[in-house]
C-alpha cells in the first residue's frame, strides 16, 4: 500500500517545483499602461494555466525517476495546452476588436498570443530544472534541497526572462511631439501632409485645440522597414489611443522622404508626455522584425 | 488615411455639396446645390454630423462628406 503512495521526497520536490514555476509565471505577468491582462480575471486566467504548466514540469523528474519512461510523454500534452492558450488569446482578442477605440491589428495580437504561448513554456522549463536540481543535490536536510531548487529556478526564471523579452519602439526610434498645423481642410504635422478630412470648421477647430501629435523618427535609416511596417504602426497607435482615450479622429502617416511617421489623433485625456511615453513603450512585434539588430535577444543585456 | 478592421481602405461618398449645378450628375450619393461658401459650409458639416462621417473640401470647391466603412 505504501509503496503505492508518493514519498515524502518527491512530494518535496513536485511541491517546490509547482510553487516556482507559478512563480515565475507571476512575475510575467504585466499589468502596466497596456493593462493586458486585464486585472482580476485575466490575471486568474494566466495563473492558473501557468500553475498548470508548471505542475506538468515538475512531475516529469519524479515519473523519470520512478522508471515511468511513457509517462514524460505527457509533456506533449503541454505543448497542445500551451498551442490551445495561444489560439484562446487570438480568438479573445480578435472578438474584442470591434469594441476598441481603434484595432490591435493581426500582426499585434500574434505577437500577443505567441508571448502567452511562450510564457507558459517559461513556467515549464523553470519548474523543470528547480525538480532537476533538486534531484541532484539530494540531501538528507530537505530545506537544503528546497533552497538550492528555487535558487535554480531564479536562475532560470531569470535567463529566460532576458532571452525572450522583446524590444519597444523607444530602443530604435525618438520619439517626440509634433506641430500640428491646419492649412484649409488639410492637417499638417511637423509640416508633412497628413490629410484633408478636415473640411468642417468643427473637424479643423476642435483638431487645432484639442489635437495631438507625435512623430517617430527612427535612429538608423534601416529601422524604417520595421517601423513602417503596417501592423507595427496600427500597434502603436492601438496604444496610444488605448493609453488616452479617442475623441475623434486618428490618423497615420509615413514620410518616405525624411523617414518620419506621424501619429496623430484627438484623445480624450490630451497629455502628450503620456503618450510619447506609451508610443515609445510599444513593443517591436516579432512578425514586423527585418533588421538583424532588432532580431537581437537582450540575453546579454539591453543595448 | 485610416483603414478599415481588415486593414483595406473603403470609404462611402454619403454627399457632394456644389455650388455649380452643372457637377450635378447623378450617383449614388446625395448631391446637394448650395447658394453661396456659408451655405455649402453648413450644408456639408449638417450631413456629416448626422451620418457620423468627415468632410474633404476638394481644390475646385466641391465638399465631400465621407464615411469610413
Not at chain 1, 21 to 29: F, Y
Not at chain 1, 150 to 159: N, P, V
Amino acid at each position: 500500500m505504501s509503496s503505492e503512495i508518493i514519498s515524502n521526497e518527491n512530494l518535496v520536490i513536485i511541491v517546490t517545483a509547482i510553487i516556482v514555476g507559478t512563480i515565475a509565471r507571476l512575475t510575467t505577468i504585466k499589468a502596466d499602461i497596456r493593462q493586458y491582462p486585464s486585472y482580476p480575471n485575466g490575471y486568474m486566467i494566466n495563473l492558473f494555466t501557468g500553475f498548470i504548466a508548471s505542475a506538468l514540469g515538475a512531475v516529469a523528474i519524479p515519473a523519470l525517476m520512478a522508471k515511468d519512461f511513457v509517462a514524460v510523454t505527457f509533456l506533449t500534452i503541454a505543448i497542445q495546452q500551451f498551442r490551445d492558450v495561444r489560439k484562446s488569446e487570438k480568438e479573445s482578442l480578435k472578438e474584442l476588436e470591434k469594441t476598441e477605440y481603434t484595432f490591435r491589428g493581426d500582426a499585434y495580437i500574434d505577437g500577443i498570443s505567441k508571448t502567452f504561448e511562450a510564457r507558459n513554456y517559461i513556467s515549464l522549463i523553470v519548474s523543470l530544472f528547480t525538480a532537476i536540481t533538486m534531484r541532484i543535490v539530494s540531501s538528507d536536510v530537505q530545506l537544503i534541497n528546497i533552497i538550492s531548487g528555487a535558487i535554480a529556478g531564479f536562475i532560470t526564471l531569470y535567463l529566460l526572462k532576458r532571452f525572450s523579452k522583446g524590444k519597444m519602439i523607444g530602443d530604435i526610434a525618438q520619439v517626440y511631439q509634433g506641430k500640428i498645423e491646419i492649412r484649409d481642410s488639410d492637417l499638417y504635422v511637423d509640416g508633412m501632409y497628413v490629410t484633408n478630412l478636415l473640411g468642417s470648421e468643427h473637424a479643423s477647430e476642435l483638431f487645432e485645440r484639442e489635437g495631438l501629435a507625435v512623430v517617430i523618427k527612427p535612429n538608423e535609416d534601416r529601422f524604417s522597414i520595421t517601423l513602417d511596417n503596417y501592423g507595427q504602426r496600427q500597434a502603436a497607435l492601438f496604444e496610444a489611443t488605448r493609453a488616452l482615450g479617442l475623441k475623434r479622429y486618428h490618423f497615420i502617416r509615413k514620410d518616405f522622404e525624411k523617414r518620419r511617421i506621424v501619429i496623430a489623433m484627438v484623445p480624450i485625456v490630451p497629455n502628450i508626455d503620456r503618450f510619447i511615453d506609451v508610443v515609445k513603450q510599444t513593443p517591436l512585434l516579432e512578425s514586423t522584425k527585418k533588421s538583424q539588430d532588432v532580431l537581437d535577444t537582450n540575453m546579454a543585456g539591453r543595448k | 488615411m485610416p483603414r478599415n478592421i481588415e486593414g483595406k481602405y473603403q470609404y462611402d461618398i454619403v454627399a457632394i455639396v456644389t455650388q455649380n449645378k452643372d457637377r450635378i450628375l447623378g450617383g449614388r450619393q446625395l448631391t446637394l446645390l448650395a447658394q453661396n461658401e456659408e451655405e455649402q459650409k453648413a450644408m456639408a458639416e449638417e450631413v456629416a454630423l448626422t451620418m457620423k462621417a468627415s468632410v474633404v473640401k476638394v481644390k475646385f470647391g466641391d465638399y465631400f462628406v465621407i464615411r469610413m466603412l
